[in-house]
């Protein structure tokens, strides 16, 4: 079930792609990267070269980058919920946050390219303490500066 709905949400964020621009080589990060660079949330997030986590939301990138993104971004999303549920104490809680709000950020203005990779995320926040002070300060980081 889990591998179908990330089949649809590829395909759905391929299918909206306008493939003019390429995205920074840091965008291109596995979830290993994005995970370690969100390690410093709700603190600034960078990925190399300074790269913003909404920066890789570019609504002119090309097909194949912005389902590398969406899958990436997911499944970092996924990995940090199961952990985020546990307690509202967690740092991936922050994390988590940090990352939807940097999502939103970055997908404002993209003309719907990511509206179903903000839609899965919100999936993923089921369970998790949306209520604390970690998740707050972490999803308004993102928003501002992600």
């Known amino acids: 079930m889990v591998r179908a709905v990330s089949l649809l949400t590829t395909l759905a964020l391929t299918g909206c792609a306008r493939g003019d621009a ?8 596995d979830a290993g990267v994005i995970r ?7 603190g600034p997030v960078r990925l190399e070269g ?11 990138a090309g097909p194949a980058e912005v389902q590398n993104v969406g ?3 997911l499944e970092v999303a996924t990995d940090l919920a199961s952990v985020g549920r546990r307690g509202s104490d967690a740092p991936e809680v922050a994390q988590l946050a940090y990352l939807v709000g940097a999502v ?3 997908a404002d203005g993209s003309g719907g390219v990511y509206d179903e990779l903000e839609r899965r995320l919100q999936l993923e926040l089921s369970g998790v ?3 604390s ?12 500066g992600g």
């Open 104 to 106: 939103e950020r970055g």
């Open 22 to 29: 390429e995205l920074p080589t840091a965008c291109l990060a």
């Open 129 to 131: 303490a949306r209520g």
């Open 71 to 73: 899958a990436v971004y």
């Open 50 to 60: 300074g790269v913003p986590l909404s920066a890789c939301l570019d609504r002119t």
């Open 133 to 144: 002070q970690l998740y707050k300060e972490g999803l308004e980081a993102g928003r501002t």
């Open 36 to 42: 370690s660079a969100l390690a410093a949330a709700p």
